[in-house]
Nanobody
Framework: VQLQASGGGLVQAGGSLRLSCAAS????????VGWFRQAPGKERGFVAAISWSGTSAVYADSVRGRFTISRDNAKNTVWLQMNSLKPEDTAVYYCAASSSPFATLPAQYDYWGQGTQVTVSS
């Protein structure tokens, strides 16, 4: 599975962005997909993940209620809608795919996209 993240950019605090993760390769619909982020000098951290069917999603406490993850397996795409953005959301955002149904740790993910920069100005 190959993943490509896009949609990052510069936005003012309180604004919104929608990230996309486009997948190629077979059996994408069988993978759990997660979004992670990494700010300068910090470890890569979990943001959100969605089940292979799209019926179940989990979020980090810091983004719950502001971010929404969704997917369309027919389009091989996962999205991360980010609303009410804060300066502390500034990071490089990565999408990843895992064969583990409950994965939330980076080490549990098998395939990674290249990352897209999100910068939130105050």
């Amino acid at each position: 599975v190959q993943l490509q993240a896009s949609g990052g950019g510069l936005v003012q605090a309180g604004g919104s962005l929608r990230l996309s993760c486009a997948a190629s390769g077979r059996a994408f619909s069988m993978y759990r997909v997660g979004w992670f982020r990494q700010a300068p000098g910090k470890e890569r951290g979990f943001v959100a993940a969605i089940s292979w069917s799209g019926t179940s999603a989990v979020y980090a406490d810091s983004v719950r209620g502001r971010f929404t993850i969704s997917r369309d397996n027919a389009k091989n795409t996962v999205w991360l809608q980010m609303n009410s953005l804060k300066p502390e959301d500034t990071a490089v955002y990565y999408c990843a795919a895992s064969s583990s149904p409950f994965a939330t740790l980076p080490a549990q993910y098998d395939y990674w996209g290249q990352g897209t920069q999100v910068t939130v100005s105050s």
